[in-house]
């Protein structure tokens, strides 16, 4: 069996697979600029609600942006485990809010 310049080994002509690559990589860019902002609102997320539950402080600002990534976090599709952290972190945070409220 012999092979044109332009086949690769599986029959396939390159100009397909460069192609197919070609309209694969906007989606593949695309799914890792998401997974990556989904793990900067985790983090922003459950980092302050950590410190809050082990005894610590964490600025207005910070607390007012973690519930906001949590609420984000929130509307998201999470797995069960993910969705129970981020709801007690929710928690957590709400009730630091409301505390913070009570003393103003």
């Given at each position: 069996m012999t092979f044109s310049p332009q086949?690769?080994?599986?029959?396939k002509k390159?100009?397909?697979i460069s192609m197919t690559r070609i309209a694969l990589a906007p989606f593949v860019i695309g799914l890792a600029i998401n997974m990556a902002a989904a793990a900067s609102d985790l983090s922003q997320c459950l980092d302050p609600s950590t410190k809050l539950d082990a005894g610590g402080d964490v600025s207005d600002k910070e607390l007012s942006a973690a519930i906001q990534a949590c609420a984000k976090l929130?509307?998201?599709g999470l797995?069960?485990?993910t969705r129970l952290r981020v709801d007690?972190?929710?928690s957590v945070l709400s009730d630091e809010?409301?505390?913070?409220?009570k003393l103003h």
């Open positions: 086949t690769s080994r599986h029959g390159r100009n397909e929130q509307q998201s797995d069960a485990a007690h972190a929710a809010q409301r505390h913070r409220q």
